[in-house]
């Protein structure tokens, strides 16, 4: 980030100073327009880049500060300078309450998202043309006298777009390093995920919308003393969104330079179109580069040069010195060998459900179901296919709400509550099928929990720890990988990294030994131990009994959504209904609990 920030500053410096060498206005002029696309650009990827939120509005925002400045200077006789202010706060209240309303359905996502701020810019146009505000005819400026800046009006405008292009690309540098970034990229990627990692999602949308508005609503300040007449007819058009988005999306999205590379490329080339009086043809143009960039290009520029000529670091070199594996053998964490005693009837009670009801459009997934999770234990919750049991985890870990029940855990009450804050109690769970974030390296993945989960660290603290789990699922050498570029043993290791990562004290394991061969479940299982060895709480969800009879402590049989059986492992197994209802055949129930253990001791 430092180089980041270093760089900016010696190219502002160098700005700085573009007006004294003589340059004719003209110039500036053009400096003034790449500025203030560069400043729009930026500004629209902190939430539709970064987030993913596409939103078609930017139009709404940018119109909102034009006319607050141009009602505030020329009705009002406020001083222009003390208008942007105004036109940010203005611009940021109207996106924030937009946001508030539509970020709270989940259904508003993807198209539904930009259909709906879209819209809102139609609703502002009407309001604004049939209000006194604007009334028809559109407000004029030529009376408001532009600040002293600069010792002419063009070096003036030049300065206050390089301002608000300065302001809004290192905000958007430091929003691309911090916690901050990293939770927005994650909602791109898969925000349910992220929620439940304990990203705060909502409120991480709204704050990068409204930041996004206001930014946006600062440029429309200044644009509207620099073209001195300010009409909804120019302004609230789709054509302002498309732009910004054709520029954010040509320099690439998922980066904080890329709006900055598509505004000046875009900026000059419409404006070469223009001086040669071909501004339709521009447009042909800026029509066909959005084209050819979604099909060919889509990291952008940015993203394109960044993949192909920025090697990846060597993973061997960057992993720091004091990880696990440097620690190895009574490090941070103890050897399997010998376990700890499994915890008795009367230890205390980490997880309680009590009544839970889970529907889905008339299927009863889970129906009154009562279940209690110890400290220190692991319980395996077994049963048929569609029983529950990877409900039970979803609604245990907030990715889905409640239908009814309550449900606690170390004594607070959890049902209810946003997943990120149950994230953020202490506990963590795996996806049966993993969810890996597509975009970031397996490093990144890991770091974000640890980042929002229990610990809630800072960046490279997180960073640092991610490397231990790394190292302890044997993942360290593909730290900067893919998830795509992982085979599904490496991937279901990511998911079990990413959960330890969060430090959680209850860890949902759900379905992790499902598709690996019998070495890999063996290495599965003897990490299970290592990870109740340091004193988690496990609860189990497997299908490979030979690791459940090995592993489990105690286990709860589901059946339709309903608890068929609980107890001690050979006890459960050895029931007949468990045997009719889960194994399907009476000599399977022996059979089980028989099957040699992976080499680790049994708790049964
Ligand atoms: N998102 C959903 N929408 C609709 N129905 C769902 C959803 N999730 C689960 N169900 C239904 O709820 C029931 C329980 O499913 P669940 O996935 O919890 O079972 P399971 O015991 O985990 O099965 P498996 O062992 O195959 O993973 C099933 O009938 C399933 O079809």
């Known amino acids: 980030m430092k180089k980041s920030l270093l760089l900016v500053a010696i190219a502002a410096m160098g700005l700085v100073l573009v007006p004294y ?3 004719p206005a003209f110039y500036l002029s053009v400096l003034y327009l790449i500025f203030h696309w560069i400043a729009l650009s930026t500004s629209w990827n902190l939430l539709s880049g970064y987030s993913g939120y596409f939103s078609f509005g930017h139009g709404a925002f940018f119109g909102i500060g034009m006319y607050t400045t141009a009602v505030l200077s020329s009705g009002f006789d406020i001083p222009f300078l003390w208008t942007l202010p105004a036109a940010a706060a203005m611009a940021a209240l109207f996106g924030a309450v937009l946001g508030v309303v539509s970020f709270r359905v989940k259904a508003v996502r993807g198209e539904l998202f930009a259909l709906l701020t879209l819209a809102a810019t139609f609703v502002v146009a009407t309001i604004v043309l049939n209000t006194p505000i604007d009334g028809g005819p559109g407000v004029y400026l030529s009376a408001v006298p532009v ?5 002419s009006a063009s070096t003036t405008f030049y ?22 970034g990293t939770g927005l990229f994650a909602i791109h990627d898969d925000e349910d995920v992220a929620e439940v990692l304990g990203v705060p999602t909502f409120r991480y949308k709204v704050v990068a919308f409204a930041l996004s508005c206001a930014l946006a609503g600062v440029v429309g300040g200044i644009h509207a003393l620099f073209v001195s007449y300010v009409t909804t007819g120019d302004i609230f058009t789709v054509l302002l969104p498309l732009t910004v988005i054709l520029m954010s999306v040509l320099g690439g999205t998922r980066h904080w330079a890329g709006p900055t590379v598509g505004a000046t490329v875009i900026t000059i080339l419409l404006y070469s179109f223009t001086a040669g009086d071909s501004a339709v043809l521009g447009k042909v143009a800026m029509g066909v580069i959005l084209i050819c960039v979604i099909l060919f290009m889509p990291d952008g520029i940015l993203g394109g040069i960044l ?18 594996a440097a620690d190895s053998n009574g490090g941070v964490l103890p050897e399997p060998a010998g376990g700890r005693p499994a915890p008795g009837a009367d230890s205390e009670i980490l997880l309680s459900a009590r ?35 990877s409900t039970f985890i979803n609604v245990a870990s907030g990715h889905f709400p409640l239908t009814a029940g309550t449900m606690t855990f170390e004594g607070r009450r959890i049902s209810g509550i946003g997943a990120h804050r149950i994230a953020g109690s202490g506990i963590s769970r795996t996806y049966q099928i993993p969810r890996p974030f597509a975009h970031l390296t397996v490093l990144e993945n890991v770091a974000l929990p640890a980042m929002f989960g229990a610990r809630q660290q800072e960046r490279r603290r997180a960073e640092h720890d991610a490397w231990h789990w790394l190292e302890f699922t044997g993942l360290a050498d593909r730290a900067f990988a893919l998830p795509e570029d992982l085979n599904l043993h490496q991937r279901k290791f990511l998911e079990f990294a990413r959960a330890l990562a969060a430090h959680p004290q209850l860890l949902m394991l759900d379905e992790v030994l499902s598709g690996l061969t019998p070495s890999e479940i063996d290495e599965a299982v003897a990490l299970i131990q290592r990870i109740r060895a340091q004193g988690t709480t496990i609860l189990f969800v497997e299908h490979v009994m030979r690791a459940v009879m090995a592993l489990c402590d105690r286990i709860v049989v589901f059946n339709q959504g309903t608890v068929l059986a609980e107890g001690l492992p050979a006890e459960v197994m050895a029931r007949p209904d468990v045997v009719a209802t889960y194994l399907g055949k009476p000599a399977a129930a022996h059979a089980a609990p028989s099957v040699p253990p992976i080499g680790i001791r049994a708790h049964a």
């Open 21 to 23: 060498v003589g340059l």
């Open 307 to 324: 993949k192909k000529f920025v090697r990846k670091p060597d993973a061997a070199r960057a992993r720091p010195k004091d990880t696990l």
């Open 159 to 180: 300065y206050l777009a390089l301002a608000a292009a300065l302001l809004t690309v290192v905000i958007a540098l430091l929003i691309y390093y911090a916690r901050f």
């Open 355 to 389: 009544g839970i009801c889970k529907s889905f459009q008339g299927v009863k997934a889970l129906n009154d179901v009562d279940l209690d999770v110890r400290r220190g234990e692991i319980l395996g919750l077994l049963g048929p296919n569609g029983s529950g049991k």
């Open 147 to 151: 600040p002293e800046i600069g010792p």
